[in-house]
């Protein structure tokens, strides 16, 4: 039973244009949430995170909304620029982990076309 | 050094083979992970160490083997493997605060290949 998912395998958005990245979430213990971005070849690289007393963290041309009673986020990427072609995962971390568990999506792949 | 680096990058075995993966992090971290990435799913966990101590093993073959002799450094021990153990093998770090709602920074893979 997958407790994250992300139902878009692909992306594609014009330069300069929004980009919005969902994720799905199954486990109500869950109260952290990340966005990760990977190239090809390299590791995922932290991006941005929210946790559940929020609904919405910002860092620059990043926002990540959370809607806890749909169990569900997203990521809008504003202006998407070609350099933010990569996969996308989400992860969520739940209360009173010991560490930080972290369960992944299975990622979407975004192109930004120029 | 900076962040949590891994060697090989890239590595090619026989299944009669033994080697050995190797992830130091320089960040202060106390809680270490080993992921595996397959092609077109999600990350799996397989193994996670908090202060040097397995703390999770998730149902992974034997012919897997960790090893964390400190808190900088773990180690990832690989013997008989099979084919379908070809994949990416990502290693993380965070801080391992009690509690979770921390980050794990990863370091930049194993890409491995068992013929």
């Known amino acids: 039973d997958q407790q994250v998912k992300q139902n878009s395998p692909s992306l594609s958005v014009q330069e300069g244009r929004i980009s919005i990245l969902n994720c799905d979430y199954t486990n109500s213990m869950f109260d952290y949430f990340l966005w990760y971005k990977k190239y090809p070849a390299e590791g995922p690289t932290f991006l941005i995170s929210?946790?559940?007393?929020?609904d919405k963290n910002e860092d620059g041309r990043f926002t990540v909304f959370l809607n806890k009673s749909a169990k569900h986020l997203s990521l809008h990427i504003v202006p998407s620029q070609p350099g933010d072609s990569a996969v996308y995962f989400c992860?969520?971390?739940?209360?009173?982990?010991?560490?930080?568990?972290?369960?992944f999506g299975q990622g979407t792949i975004l192109t930004v076309h120029p | 050094e900076t962040g949590v680096t891994q060697t090989p990058r890239h590595l090619v075995m026989g299944m009669t083979n033994k080697k050995s993966l190797k992830c130091e992090q320089h960040?202060?971290?106390?809680?270490m992970y080993w992921y595996k990435q397959s092609a077109k799913k999600p990350l799996e966990l397989m193994f996670v160490y908090s202060l040097e101590e397995r703390v999770e093993n998730n149902s992974v073959p034997s012919r897997f083997s960790p090893e964390c002799p400190n808190s900088s450094h773990l180690f990832l021990h690989l013997h008989t493997l099979q084919p379908e153990d070809s994949a990416l093998y990502l290693c993380?770090?965070?801080?391992?605060?009690?509690?979770?709602?921390?980050?794990?920074?990863f370091g930049p893979g194993t890409r491995l290949l068992v013929l």
């Open positions: 993380a770090s965070s801080q391992g605060l009690a509690g979770g709602l921390e980050t794990q920074y």
């Open positions: 992860a969520a971390s739940a209360i009173g982990t010991s560490y930080g568990k972290l369960t």
């Open positions: 929210i946790s559940s007393i929020k």
């Open positions: 960040l202060g971290h106390n809680a």
